[in-house]
């Protein structure tokens, strides 16, 4: 299945990592955005982290050219997608966007070219409407930082057939990650108990159960996760969590329902590692500090 041709929509963090881990297993790789200075960036990224997996002794100099080789960008979607095997959108999460950009690719790829969105929580159902033959729409959710993570999710809508499927399946194992296969649901299986396990940490530090550092600590010593719910909501963000969290209620019922003290910190700007403070106070990519009420603990 290697040495396929690949279309990734989106060049930044997660559309540019999907196009290093296609590249590296070996297929042909076109990465667009809407702007020539996005495109670039994101191959400047890709180069970056192949830079830092030499220097790690995780790839070759050699292996580290081959990949570069294999991409190419654009601004131009129609040269981007018109011989593509397989697309995948990864532009913003606006329902609206997604499927008017699945529109767009339909118009220009070929007719058995597969059709990939990479939402993390949006349904998949509703995205692939957009094609006249949704049977070939499929949802393909990475995870960040996608050359390191694992897990893709395989998120399998209404009108999706099963070549479609198994197509997906096949590609995720090519690229040398582990699909899990789930119907598509509200929040599908990663982000819906995800989110679960963060709104509930967010409710006990609002309730005065135990300080943010005690409940990661508990989390990461007690259950082997590699980063706390806590902090994990501060490094995606908490503007995120809030929208997910937003549309799990809507679909799903309150116990999704938004703690006040996430409504607040996101009403003043504090949406975590990306702005400076969250629940921790962050400097330079690293935490310096709890904020609010639990004060600074260094």
Known sequence: MNDMRIAVLG???????????SAMAGNRVTIRDIEEELVEDGIDSIEANLQGGVERDKVTEEEKAATLDRISGTTDLSEAVSDADLVVEAVPEEMDLKKQTFEEVEAHASEDAVIASNTSSLSVTEIVSALDDPGRGIGLHFFNPVHIMQLVEVVVGEQTDEETAAFAEEFVEDVDKTAVTVQDAPGFASSRLGVALGVEAMRMVQEGVASPRDIDAAMELGYNHPMGPIELGDVVGLDVRLEILEHLREELGERFRPPQILRRK?????????????????????????????????
Do not use: P
Not at 268 to 279: H, I, Q, S
């Open 266 to 298: 996101v009403r003043a700007g504090k949406l975590g590692k990306k702005t400076g403070e969250g629940f921790y106070v962050w400097k330079n990519g690293e935490i310096v500090g709890t904020s609010g009420d639990w004060g600074d603990e260094e």
């Open 11 to 21: 060049a930044g963090t997660m559309g540019h990592g999907i196009a290093q881990v």
